[in-house]
Structures are given as C-alpha cells and as structure tokens.
C-alpha cells in the first residue's frame, strides 16, 4: 500500500481536540462533541489508507467538521419542522399546533409548580381535571368530563369500566382500523368484552342491533368512520335510534367520534364529522374523542357522558395509568378557554384558523411568499392545489387552497429532499413531479426563511 504512514501519525488525539476553542465554545455536550470528533478522525484514518487524502486538516478545520457533524446529530428526535404538506392534522408532524394561550399555559405548568391537584381557594387536595370538566360541561351541555391521554386510551377505559364479561354490539361497517394499532376488535378483546358484529359492510338498521340484544349485551358501541367513506349504497343506524333502544334496554350508547368538533364547521366545507353537543343532544350515554383533532388542542383523550358512567371511570384502576398529565391539562384549559368567544377561536387556534383560510387569502399569500422568492434572486410560481384535513377526519373532502413552487431543472424529489435536509426542515409534497409548499399550513411568520430557502435553492 502506498499510503503514508507518517500522515497516519500526524492526526491529532481526541483529548487535544477537546481543548480546542471551537469544540469548547459550540454550547454541545462533551460527549456528543467528542462522539462526533472519533467518527471525523477513523474517516480522515481511512481516507489517508485509501489514499483519498495525504494531509492532515489543522486542528480547526477538523473540530469545525465535528461540531458540524455534532450539531447535526443532536438535531433529531422531536423538534420543529415547517409544514408544506396542506394537510393540517398531520399524525407524522405532530398533528394540531397550539393556540399561543396553551403554549405559554404549558410553560408556566412545567417551568414552576403548579396547582394540579389542589384547591387554591379550599387550601386542600383537589383533583386535576375539575377546571377542564368545568370548562366542557359548558361548551358542551355534557353531564360530566374527564381527560385522559390519548382517544384510544378513552376507549380502553369506557369499555372496561362498563363492559368488560360482556357483549358489545357493533355494526359490520364501523369495526374499523384507525391507525396502526387502533383496531375496534382489538380494543373490545382487551378489554375482555365479546364483539356481536350486527348488519353488513354497507348497511345496517335498528333491527339489527334489536335482534341481538340479550342480558349479556352491556353496550351499544358506534364508532366514526374517521379515514374512510363508504359512498353509494351505503346506510347505518342514526345515533337517536340505538339511543332508544339502548333506554329500553337499560344498557349504555357510547360513541367514539374520533375529531369531535365543538364548533361547527361545516362552513369552512368540513361535513360529515360529528359535533360533539350534538352526538350529546341525540343520546349518546357516553362520547368520547381526541384533544389534539379538529378541537385543535394537545394529545389527549376526552370522555363525556352521564356522570354515573364517568364516576365508574375515576373509580377504575386502569384510569390512574392512562390520567394527562400537567402540561396536557394546562393546554387543555387554555384552548377550551378560547371557545368561549366563536370569533377568538377562529381567529386563536391554528387548526381553526387554517381551516377558515379563503381561497382568496391563500392566494394572496402564495403570491406574497412567490414574490419574496423572486425579490432574493429565486424561481417559484403560484399553483392552485386540494389540501385536506387529515388526521382521520373528513376522508375524501378537498378544500381549494394555493401552493408555491419551486422553478427550475431541478427534479421535484431533489427540491424536496434539500428543503426536507435543512437546519428547519421544511416539508413539502410531491405531485407530478412538482414540489408544493401549500399555503394553507404554512405560518406567514416563517415565509421569510422559507423565501430564502427557495431562493438559495433556485437561484
Ligand atoms: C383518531 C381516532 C382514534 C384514536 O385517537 P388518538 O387520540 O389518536 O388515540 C380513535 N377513534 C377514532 C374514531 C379516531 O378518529
């Protein structure tokens, strides 16, 4: 081999490196510096063996390369990513960005102690969840509320609390998968409960559920079709109709409505998603649905019903292991707090006010953010897009929205990798072989970091 074998001698040792000014200054922990320096240095080992290189960097220029390379790698896990997909309630994003009220709410809960399960004014032990139930009962008309971690979790804690050793009705076209891990069958089996599947695929009537019900039926279960539409001929059981056979039979309705809407929001073109008062209002014993969905709020899951049901559900074992927890609860108060003025909501909470975005304001802002691309020497042109929802709600809607994107020879698979590779990445969507940034999930406080992305990009 014809290497050097005094250029091999001449790489400098970790220790002296950890000494040196940019390793000490760059603000990253020792191990993670010193992690990086060993992976810098067998690289430059095996390129002086190889041949590929024959000098030795200076110390500077090999320590920058490991803060480099460190900086990098401490950048993983759960941080802040810009969302270009249109699709609001992205799972894989984080799904619903808090109104500011939450985010500072969080803050204050986790930076200090704070009141989680005491009265302030009794100056005695209190329970965590009394404000938010307050809070719901409300905006909902509900009996009574509880929080616990996630909506999957509601579900595994309604159905061992009121059906476990018994049979659980489901009609065919609502036993359902979710999401990886949500299957309806699944949940009713670890909760101990049998499943009397009842009508077909496509349809299903009251005398289904009527003909099965026997003294071991402990549930009428209904649970919102959430990514998935059947369409043509197609119907299932109105909730008012099991809510009266369920009264004549003396056995619970629950309903899982997955998003759970508190407002209306069929006027921004979302339909067939259930409101929360309204699933109430038609007889639901007990409802329950997600906190960080179309309500625009944090993860978690949230159960409403008949105060007798939900008094069994605090009892429960399992309900001390799946409880939120106090940066959950704090955001959660602070968001509900926001609904009760209609306009503060549309206006406070992302997912609402991305969701009431015009066409025309999109468009305005898709040509506001083409033209700061153009104003810094970059290419990009304004396209009318879809986006959706997401997050299991409103499967098939489209809403009319506006994208930007980036001009030149460039593939739309490199454009998307380079924009996805940078120190905020941002994320976009492919189609036709075009890259969109959709405006509609887009904040305007990031267009200028996102001109100058595209712009360095194009130009
Ligand atoms: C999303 C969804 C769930 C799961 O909710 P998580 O809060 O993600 O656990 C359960 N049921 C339905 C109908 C849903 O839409």
Same mark, same amino acid.
């Given at each position: 081999?014809?290497?050097?074998k005094?250029?091999?001698?001449? !790489?400098?040792?970790?220790?002296?490196?950890?000494?040196?000014?940019?390793?000490?200054?760059?603000?990253?922990?020792?191990?993670?510096?010193?992690?990086?320096?060993?992976?810098?240095?067998?690289?430059?080992?095996?390129? !002086?063996?190889?041949g590929?290189?024959e000098?030795?960097?200076?110390?500077?220029?090999?320590?920058?390369?490991?803060?480099e390379?460190?900086?990098?790698?401490?950048?993983?896990?759960?941080?802040?990513?810009?969302?270009?997909?249109?699709?609001?309630?992205?799972?894989?994003?984080?799904?619903?960005?808090?109104?500011?009220?939450?985010?500072?709410?969080?803050?204050?809960?986790?930076?200090?102690?704070? #009141?989680? %399960?005491?009265?302030?004014?009794?100056?005695?032990?209190?329970?965590?969840?009394?404000?938010?139930?307050?809070?719901?009962?409300?905006?909902?008309?509900?009996? #009574?509320?509880?929080?616990?971690?996630?909506?999957?979790?509601?579900?595994?804690?309604?159905?061992c609390?009121?059906?476990?050793?018994?049979?659980?009705?489901?009609?065919?076209? %609502?036993?359902?998968?979710?999401?990886?891990?949500?299957?309806?069958?699944?949940?009713?089996a670890?909760?101990?409960?049998?499943?009397?599947?009842?009508?077909?695929?496509?349809?299903?009537?009251?005398?289904?559920?009527?003909?099965?019900?026997?003294a071991?039926?402990?549930?009428?279960?209904?649970?919102?079709?959430?990514?998935?539409?059947?369409?043509?001929?197609?119907?299932?059981?109105?909730?008012k109709?099991?809510?009266?056979?369920?009264? *004549?039979?003396?056995?619970?309705?629950?309903?899982?409505?997955?998003?759970?809407?508190?407002?209306?929001?069929?006027?921004?073109?979302?339909?067939?998603?259930?409101?929360?008062?309204?699933?109430?209002?038609?007889?639901? *014993?007990?409802?329950?649905?997600?906190?960080?969905?179309?309500?625009?709020?944090?993860?978690?899951?949230?159960?409403?019903?008949?105060?007798?049901?939900?008094?069994?559900?605090?009892?429960h074992?399992?309900?001390?292991?799946?409880? @939120?927890?106090?940066?959950?609860?704090? @955001?959660?108060?602070?968001?509900?707090?926001?609904?009760?003025?209609?306009?503060?909501?549309?206006?406070?909470?992302?997912?609402?006010?991305?969701?009431?975005?015009?066409?025309?304001?999109?468009?305005?802002?898709?040509?506001?953010?083409?033209?700061?691309?153009?104003?810094?020497?970059?290419?990009?042109?304004?396209?009318p897009?879809?986006?959706? #929802?997401?997050?299991?709600?409103?499967?098939?809607?489209?809403?009319?929205?506006?994208?930007?994107?980036?001009?030149?020879?460039?593939?739309?698979?490199?454009?998307?990798?380079?924009?996805?590779?940078?120190?905020?990445?941002?994320?976009?969507?492919?189609? %036709?072989?075009?890259?969109?940034?959709?405006?509609?999930?887009?904040?305007?406080?990031?267009?200028?970091?996102?001109?100058?992305?595209?712009? %360095?990009?194009?130009?």
């Amino acid at each position: 081999m014809g290497y050097d074998k005094d250029s091999l001698k001449q !790489i400098p040792q970790v220790d002296k490196l950890l000494k040196n000014g940019i390793i000490t200054g760059c603000g990253l922990y020792r191990r993670e510096t010193a992690e990086a320096l060993r992976e810098v240095l067998a690289k430059l080992r095996e390129d !002086i063996v190889s041949g590929a290189t024959e000098t030795v960097p200076a110390d500077d220029e090999i320590a920058a390369a490991a803060v480099e390379l460190a900086i990098r790698r401490s950048r993983r896990g759960v941080r802040r990513v810009i969302n270009g997909t249109g699709v609001i309630l992205h799972s894989n994003l984080g799904r619903a960005c808090l109104p500011e009220a939450a985010v500072k709410a969080v803050m204050e809960a986790a930076s200090s102690y704070c #009141a989680l %399960e005491y009265d302030v004014e009794a100056g005695a032990r209190g329970d965590r969840t009394s404000f938010a139930s307050e809070l719901l009962r409300g905006l909902t008309g509900c009996e #009574a509320a509880m929080v616990v971690n996630n909506n999957a979790a509601a579900m595994l804690l309604i159905l061992c609390s009121t059906a476990a050793r018994g049979n659980v009705i489901v009609s065919r076209g %609502e036993i359902v998968e979710i999401g990886a891990g949500f299957r309806v069958p699944d949940i009713l089996a670890q909760c101990g409960c049998t499943l009397r599947e009842v009508g077909t695929t496509n349809r299903t009537v009251p005398g289904d559920y009527s003909g099965v019900i026997d003294a071991d039926t402990r549930a009428l279960l209904k649970v919102h079709t959430s990514n998935f539409r059947i369409v043509g001929f197609s119907e299932s059981v109105a909730l008012k109709d099991l809510a009266v056979l369920g009264k *004549d039979h003396g056995i619970p309705v629950i309903e899982d409505i997955g998003s759970g809407a508190l407002t209306d929001i069929g006027r921004y073109g979302i339909t067939g998603e259930p409101i929360v008062a309204e699933s109430l209002k038609n007889g639901a *014993d007990i409802v329950s649905f997600s906190g960080d969905k179309l309500l625009g709020g944090p993860q978690c899951g949230i159960i409403l019903g008949r105060e007798k049901y939900i008094a069994l559900m605090r009892k429960h074992p399992l309900y001390r292991a799946i409880r @939120a927890d106090k940066m959950t609860i704090a @955001a959660l108060e602070a968001t509900l707090r926001v609904y009760s003025d209609p306009r503060a909501a549309e206006r406070d909470i992302p997912v609402l006010s991305m969701l009431s975005l015009t066409e025309e304001e999109l468009r305005a802002r898709a040509e506001k953010l083409c033209h700061d691309i153009k104003m810094r020497g970059g290419k990009a042109e304004v396209l009318p897009v879809k986006s959706v #929802a997401g997050g299991g709600a409103a499967p098939g809607l489209e809403l009319a929205s506006y994208a930007v994107s980036p001009v030149g020879d460039r593939s739309a698979g490199d454009c998307e990798r380079e924009l996805r590779l940078l120190n905020i990445p941002i994320i976009g969507r492919v189609e %036709e072989d075009r890259l969109l940034l959709d405006l509609r999930t887009l904040f305007v406080d990031d267009f200028g970091y996102i001109a100058g992305a595209v712009a %360095e990009m194009t130009s």
